[in-house]
């Protein structure tokens, strides 16, 4: 098996604070690694350092065998990321903000017709596309940010609280796309802090705590139960 | 083999995953945005309201200027004329002469009746920078009296006032057009990452360069579209001089690369988008108004300007010497009063007042004496222009200044040729009557049309282009080191 995104003893510091402490994790094509932990574990910091936006203090992050921080651009083409929060241009539409970004992504117009029907699948109808950003909801931004990231064709999903403000029904419906990225063969890291979500779409679970991988399990191996126990145990250890 | 890795790395910068199509892309969507929020129309619309009325003044003093010119021009042919006919009414002994104004007496001719005004015609551009038009005036009245009492007579301070006290085109680009643009770009990095878009769109392969050029490109483009389709619009119909309109065009788009490169550098650095504007605002204050004050302060400290008072000075003490000295001829009085026929040529030589002899070799031991004066004066004025040609540098805005009003004829290079050129004028003025006017000869038909005349002779195009060069390479120079700059400092470009 070869890694899609590989993390090799990753480690960052932001002055006093080890935000991250000798990661090392792998994605492989076709899984879905769920990362869990505490606010402040050091989730965001990983997806950071995978998209270049800071550099790794020490450690080595990968995309398709290729070091991130030596080629940005290169690896940045296989990859699509949805942030906590979809931020798009406010004076254009969402049908607009998506064919901008979709192009940016993959290099080529996005035809309106693909557009619309990308839209309608993450739930957003052809009157909701046509309407500005500035009045969307935050869900509806997300689904524009799901959108762009399904229009990229890329080898690996970096999804940082995805469904965070999707009202159930869109989450689900967010959990079928990821299975389906996944079934053609993407690699997926999400964070996330829904534990069931986590052992639904996971074939693979990471706890962090205080910037270190405290545990990387087959989702398959451990029941829901015993997942949440474990994580509850980790969570209660943060503040020794 | 450092060699061919590096010589890779350059094959793809400039080639890049399609650096073209995501530069096009983000230039297209940044024109999409910028019009929609109403930035653009905005600033385009007050930079064309601001450039339409300073077009307007620029063209009403010009043209109210040019018909002083013309109405000057026409009286003196009319005077010509006149005095002509006159002449052949005298010698046709229908007409009495005054003694004071004789056609056929060369002093009268020479101290004005046959004055002309040398006359320095404004360009094509003239409208767009005013300059020094209002302090060095376009035309003298040259006669035989001496240099300095109508050369050096107007107050000129020093040569070199970015301020002209006009809403001229120039006030409008070397003060607004900076202000406009760094309006439109303070924010470009900033406010992407402000409101979030930052991530999504590095998150792709775009690189943060080409995002800022692009950015930068659509603005450039907007300003500079509508900098020349205004002036264009309504300069060219009326005056024409489009090759000298696509030369002001090229130095105005190099003064705003300029100004565009200050806000991408600033944007480089990663701030809030309100410490870019301030840094900005110190930035415009530092160079468009404190460094050329430090400029003028430098160049009158250097080089002080002359001092009119004490040429004035020199030159009545000269006269009040030549006074002395020729004071019997002064002291003759003027025949024509009891013999009036002194007034009418005869055998082709008419009486002379003695008094207007004296007065002309006093005027000749004047010039003689101020010359050195003069020439020293006339090098300080040259001294202080190259002075602020070669540090005009440390200020953009007395870079551009230099050239518009290069271009528009306005500057003071041109201006120090005109006032040499009328030296010159005058020297052969004084020459062709000194003869006349000591030895007796009277004035005939011939000789009206034989009078010196002045015609001014433009420097050659080849030398303007030369200087418009060097001021071009003075804002183009430091943009690219800015540039370069800040492509290094966007590496480190914080994202978090
Ligand atoms: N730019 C920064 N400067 C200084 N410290 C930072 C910076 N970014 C993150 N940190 C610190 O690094 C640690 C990890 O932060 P991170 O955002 O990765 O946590 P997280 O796991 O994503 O938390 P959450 O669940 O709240 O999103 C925290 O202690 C945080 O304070
Ligand atoms: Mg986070």
């Not at chain 1, 942030?83 to 998506?98: D, F, K, T």
């Not at chain 1, 940016?104 to 309407?131: F, H, I, K, M, N």
């Not at chain 2, 409208?127 to 060095?136: H, W």
Request: proline share 4%; with cysteine; charged share 20%.
């Amino acid at each position: 098996m070869n890694g899609i995104l590989e993390a090799l003893a990753v480690s960052k510091r932001f002055g006093e604070t080890l935000a991250l402490d000798g990661v090392s994790l792998q994605v492989n094509a076709g899984e879905v690694f769920c990362l869990l932990g505490a606010n402040g574990a050091g989730k965001t910091t990983l997806v950071n350092i995978f998209l270049n936006f800071i550099a790794p203090t020490s450690g080595e992050a990968r995309v398709d065998g290729r070091d991130v921080t030596r080629h940005a651009l290169a690896a940045k083409r296989d990859m699509a990321y949805i942030p906590e929060q979809v931020m798009l241009y406010g004076v254009l539409s969402g049908l607009e903000n998506l064919r901008y970004f979709a192009a940016l992504a993959t290099d080529e117009d996005l035809p309106e017709r693909r557009a619309l029907d990308l839209l309608r699948q993450v739930g957003l109808d052809e009157t909701a596309a046509r309407r500005r950003i500035s009045e969307y909801s935050k869900g509806m931004r997300q689904k524009v940010g799901i959108a762009i990231a399904s229009a990229k064709n890329a080898k690996a999903f970096l999804l940082d609280e995805p469904t965070s403000g999707l009202d159930p029904k869109a989450a689900n419906e967010f959990s079928q796309l990821l299975r389906t990225a996944r079934d053609k063969g993407v690699a997926v890291l999400t964070t996330t802090h829904d534990l069931f979500h986590a052992k639904q779409t996971g074939s693979r679970i990471g706890i962090m705590r205080r910037g270190r991988l405290v545990e990387n399990l087959l989702a398959a191996d451990i029941s829901h139960l015993d997942l949440e126990s474990l994580y509850l145990k980790h969570m209660s250890n943060q503040d020794e | 083999m450092p060699p061919l890795s590096t010589l890779d790395k350059l094959q793809r910068t400039l080639q890049g995953p399609g650096t073209g199509y995501l530069f096009t892309r983000v230039f297209l969507n940044e024109g999409r945005i910028l019009l929609a929020d109403r930035t653009l129309w905005l600033a385009c619309g007050l930079l064309f309201l601001f450039l339409g009325y300073s077009l307007y003044v620029g063209l009403s003093q010009v043209r109210a200027r040019e018909a002083v010119l013309q109405g000057i021009t026409l009286r003196d042919a009319e005077k010509a004329d006149k005095s002509i006919t006159q002449l052949r009414r005298i010698l046709a002994g229908h007409e009495t002469p005054d003694p004071f104004s004789n056609p056929a007496d060369p002093a009268s001719v020479a101290s004005g009746l046959g004055a002309r005004h040398a006359v320095l015609p404004y360009l094509a551009l003239a409208p767009l920078a005013l300059g020094q038009s209002d302090m060095a005036p376009n035309y003298y009245r040259v006669t035989n009296r001496n240099k300095s009492t109508f050369l050096y007579d107007g107050e000129m301070d020093n040569p070199w006032n970015l301020m002209t006290g006009h809403f001229d085109t120039a006030f409008v680009v070397i003060y607004l057009l900076p202000l406009l643009i760094l309006g439109v770009s303070y924010n470009m990095l900033s406010a992407e990452r402000e409101r979030g878009t930052l991530r999504l769109l590095l998150s792709h392969s775009l690189g943060i360069g080409t995002l800022l050029l692009a950015k930068t490109a659509v603005r450039a483009l907007a300003v500079l579209t509508t900098t020349g389709a205004t002036v264009a619009a309504v300069l060219l119909p009326e005056r024409g001089g489009s090759l000298e309109y696509l030369f002001w065009l090229g130095m105005i788009a190099a003064y705003a690369v300029f100004w565009f490169a200050v806000a991408a550098a600033v944007n480089a650095l990663g701030k809030a988008s309100a410490t870019n504007a301030f840094a900005l605002i110190v930035v415009w204050v530092t160079l468009v108004i404190l460094a050329p004050v430090l400029l003028n302060l430098a160049v009158s400290q250097a080089y002080p300007a002359p001092s009119r008072t004490e040429l004035a000075t020199r030159s009545r003490l000269i006269t009040i010497g030549g006074l002395n000295r020729f004071a019997d001829l002064l002291a003759t009085d003027y025949r024509h009063v009891g013999k009036p026929q002194v007034l009418l040529p005869k055998d082709g030589k008419i009486e002379v007042a003695e008094r207007r002899k004296a007065h002309l070799l006093i005027a000749r031991q004047v010039d003689a004496e101020l010359d050195t004066l003069l020439a020293a004066f006339e090098k300080q004025l040259l001294a202080q222009q190259q002075f602020i040609e070669r540090f005009s540098l440390i200020s953009p805005a007395a870079v551009i200044h230099e050239g518009m009003s290069a271009l528009a004829g306005t500057g003071s290079r041109r201006y120090t040729q005109f006032t040499q050129q009328v030296s010159t004028y005058h020297m052969d003025w004084k020459a062709f009557f000194e003869v006349r006017i000591l030895n007796g000869i009277a004035m005939t038909e011939p000789d009206f049309a034989r009078l010196p005349k002045f015609s001014w002779l433009e420097q050659p195009a080849t030398a303007l282009r030369g200087q418009l060069a060097g001021y071009a390479l003075q804002l183009l120079v430091p943009s690219l080191l800015l540039g370069l700059w800040a492509r290094r400092r966007l590496r480190r470009y914080p994202m978090v």
